[in-house]
């Protein structure tokens, strides 16, 4: 079978609702690859500089942003965050999915750049139980926290716009729908176009 491209996976949810974990166990497939976004926030603890983030200075980011360097970039809890062209076509092109684990300003963007991408929105239970995840995770302080609740608030409407909603209430079984979701995309009639011309070349 002909290989296709990659497909362009957009990944998006509110803090606390569990998606890095999910996606390290999508990343367990090497089919799929983490696009590693850059933020000119601090790192949290646990975190690689090039494996979490990119990260780097307001300068650089804006030095970046000027040569036209990101393919989107979006600012979002007085921080900048932005996804690399890099990071994304060159794995396009060798069948790799690329995955952008972005929020919902950048999702927009990239809805208009790339509307062949595939848009997948994944929702805590309810925003009670994000709010005792986040305060679980103690990282970060109660003030930073309630921003968060009260960004998501902002972000959960925004799910309406995706192709798709996982509700990560328990990780196998989340885990498990973005698996099925990618499997009934990949036999969209468009993906096996050119299966399909090759079975009709050798009939």
Not at 37 to 43: D, E, G, I, L, V
């Amino acid at each position: 079978m002909t290989m296709n491209k990659g497909r362009l996976i957009v990944f998006s949810a509110p803090s606390g609702c569990g998606k890095g974990t999910m996606l390290a166990e999508i990343l367990k497939d090497e089919k799929f690859r983490c696009s590693v976004s850059c933020t000119t926030r601090a790192p949290r603890e646990g975190e690689i500089d090039g494996i979490n983030y990119h990260f780097i200075s307001e300068e650089e980011f804006e030095k970046r942003k000027a040569e036209g360097m990101f393919l989107e970039h979006a600012s979002y809890c007085k921080h900048s965050y932005g996804t690399l062209t890099s990071e994304v076509d060159p794995y396009l092109e060798k069948g790799i999915n690329v995955i952008l684990e972005i929020e919902v300003q950048g999702a927009m963007k990239i809805r208009e750049l790339r509307p062949d991408a595939l848009f997948i929105f994944i929702m805590p239970p309810s925003v009670d139980e994000l709010r005792r995840r986040l305060n679980k995770r103690a990282t970060e302080s109660e003030d930073v926290i309630e921003r968060r609740v009260q960004a998501a608030a902002g972000e959960i409407p925004f799910a309406k716009k995706y192709d798709y909603v996982i509700v990560n209430d328990a990780l196998e079984d989340a885990v498990s729908d973005f698996r099925s979701v990618i499997r009934a995309e990949e036999q969209r009639v468009e993906p096996m176009s050119e299966f399909i011309d090759e079975v009709i070349r050798n009939a």
